[in-house]
């Protein structure tokens, strides 16, 4: 898998704490991130790290993501798939996707899907105009149904749309019109996103002063429920805690984060993980292009972290994770060693246990991240 960085977009939204820029309208300026982005990819890709670990096999996936990727034109994203697959191949049913926003890209719709794009990811957020208005969102529910129209028109038969839950003063009724106008577009896929609130970010400060009003814990659940259940009732099923597809649609190069697999990321502020090795690249877009090629941090990864990590991504899923793959992966001994908090959570129904698959009880989704947290720092748990 591989994930392209593209950091540029129209404008910041309140919520967002990614690497963005909205520097967007100078042209040398994405030329330069895009020749940074094939440094990096070159760099990394033909300098890897001596290891006992098999080569990665050819990318099942490569995700364009952001900021805006259809900030940059069809010609500009050709060229960075073209060097990322000059040093690892594509699979050959690769799904590739771009993000995109409801607003013109710089090149046609039909452009991006004759450079081998076959996958969008929409973000809708909202089809309620106040409540995109309050998250400084530029488009409306309008252009919402005209980029859909438009992306069947040009050959995408993949199409991914992004929306919010737990937005300021969003209402149940708000929430049903907004599920209701995303289902008669038909897509193949959703992903259900409750808004987090990210210290340092505008919205933080809106809700700190009392600006800004979120629902209560107790309706945000109930709206969770609300989606997930209006949306399977539509066709679509949930395969992990925030995200839908029709059968056949479920993400691909998501579902490989959440079952633990080596990826590449490029781009300011993006994150590798492969060869036992951690890579996080500088959010700041000046200082990652005065050096593509020098990460922030790199961290080895323990065989514990590789475990915790296996159990947190993998309990997102709503298949859970096979303790038999575990334990041929960890060894026997780490999963008995596990087995007293395992069995802790199956007690309270938290988690539960179908032969060797373990999963999240479903009561307990909206509250996962108390159950998941409880699997991290499992050093003294396995290694007593």
């Known amino acids: 898998m591989a994930y392209i960085h593209c950091p540029f977009c129209l404008s910041q939204c309140i919520y967002c704490d990614f690497a963005v820029d909205t520097r967007h309208g100078h042209s040398a300026l994405l030329d330069a991130t895009v020749e940074a982005l094939c440094q990096e990819m070159t760099h990394c890709l033909t300098h890897q790290p001596a290891s006992p670990l098999p080569p990665l096999p050819p990318l099942s996936s490569v995700f364009l993501g952001g900021g805006t990727p259809s900030r940059f034109s069809a010609r500009q994203l ?25 607003e013109r890209p710089a090149s046609p719709l039909a452009d991006y899907r004759a450079i081998g794009i076959n996958r969008l990811s929409i973000g809708v957020q909202s089809m309620q105009p106040n409540e995109l208005k309050r998250l400084s969102r530029l488009h409306g529910p309008d252009d919402v149904r005209q980029t859909v129209a438009e992306a069947r028109a040009s050959g995408f ?8 839950v737990g937005l300021p ?28 609130v990210e210290p340092g970010t505008k919205l933080a400060s809106l809700v700190d002063t009392g600006r800004f009003t979120l629902p209560d814990e107790d309706t ?8 997930i259940d209006f949306l399977e009732a539509s066709g679509l099923v949930q395969y992990e805690i925030s995200n839908l597809a029709r059968p056949g649609f479920a993400s691909r190069h998501n579902t490989g984060y959440w079952q633990n697999q080596p990826f590449w990321g490029f781009g300011p502020g ?45 309990l997102r899923q709503r298949a859970g994770v096979n303790l038999d793959t575990l334990a041929q992966i960890h060894g026997p001994d780490v999963i008995d060693r596990l087995q007293p908090l395992i069995e ?30 409880t699997f991290i720092g499992l050093g003294p748990v396995i290694r007593p």
């Open 78 to 102: 050709q060229r960075l798939l073209d060097t990322l697959t000059r040093h690892q191949p594509l699979a050959p049913d690769a799904e590739i996707t771009m993000e995109l926003n409801p």
């Open 157 to 164: 038969d993949n199409l991914a749309l992004d929306v919010m």
């Open 169 to 196: 003063d969003q209402t149940p009724a708000s929430w049903q019109a907004t599920l209701e106008a995303l289902v008669a577009l038909a897509p193949d896929h959703v992903s259900m996103y409750g808004l987090q």
């Open 220 to 227: 945000a659940v109930s709206m969770y429920w609300q989606g």
């Open 270 to 314: 993006a994150h590798s993980s492969a060869y036992q090795m951690r890579r996080a690249n500088p959010k700041s877009l000046d200082t990652y292009l005065a050096n593509p090629t020098q990460p922030e941090t790199v961290h080895h990864i323990s065989p514990v972290e590789d475990l915790e990590n296996a159990l947190i991504f993998g």
């Open 344 to 373: 802790g959570h199956l007690s309270t129904g938290a988690l539960e246990q179908d032969g060797t698959q373990l999963r999240l009880g479903r009561a307990y989704i909206p509250v996962s991240n108390s159950i998941l947290d």
